[in-house]
């Protein structure tokens, strides 16, 4: 069983920065994809950014030059760097784990097996 734990979410003002964890509970980097994701009150969930289990990473078109995915070194660790961040950008922020995915730019959500509680980001002034 992975388990997910999702920290960083805070109250920002428009143009401003976050950097969002994803703590997992086991190294995961030769096994499993990782994906954020978010969702919006009254919106559905929105897929943002993943890494595969190659390094290969995607980012939707909403997101993409602002928002950037990465793993840390020790292996249990993924993170969404959030630039220029807008009021739009306000959601509850998940992270997810999708075994043996090496390019995971058309994993739908409904293939990530493991989720996190999620961390809320605000975006207002």
């Known amino acids: 069983q992975l388990r997910l734990v999702e920290s960083g979410g805070d109250l920002v003002q428009p143009g401003g920065s976050l950097r969002l964890s994803c703590t997992v509970s086991h190294d995961v980097r030769d096994r499993f994809a990782i994906g954020w994701f978010r969702q919006a009150p009254g919106k559905e969930r929105e897929r943002l950014s993943c890494i595969g289990t190659t390094g290969s990473t995607w980012a939707s078109d909403s997101v993409k030059g602002r928002f950037t995915i990465s793993r840390g070194d020790a292996g249990n660790m993924v993170y969404l760097q959030m630039n220029d961040l807008k009021p739009e950008d306000t959601a509850v922020y998940y992270c997810?784990?999708?075994?043996?995915?090496?390019?995971?730019?058309?994993?739908?959500?409904?293939?990530?097996?493991?989720w996190g509680q999620g961390t809320q980001v605000t975006v207002s002034s």
């Open positions: 997810a784990a999708r075994s043996f995915v090496a390019d995971c730019s058309s994993t739908p959500d409904s293939a990530y097996m493991y």
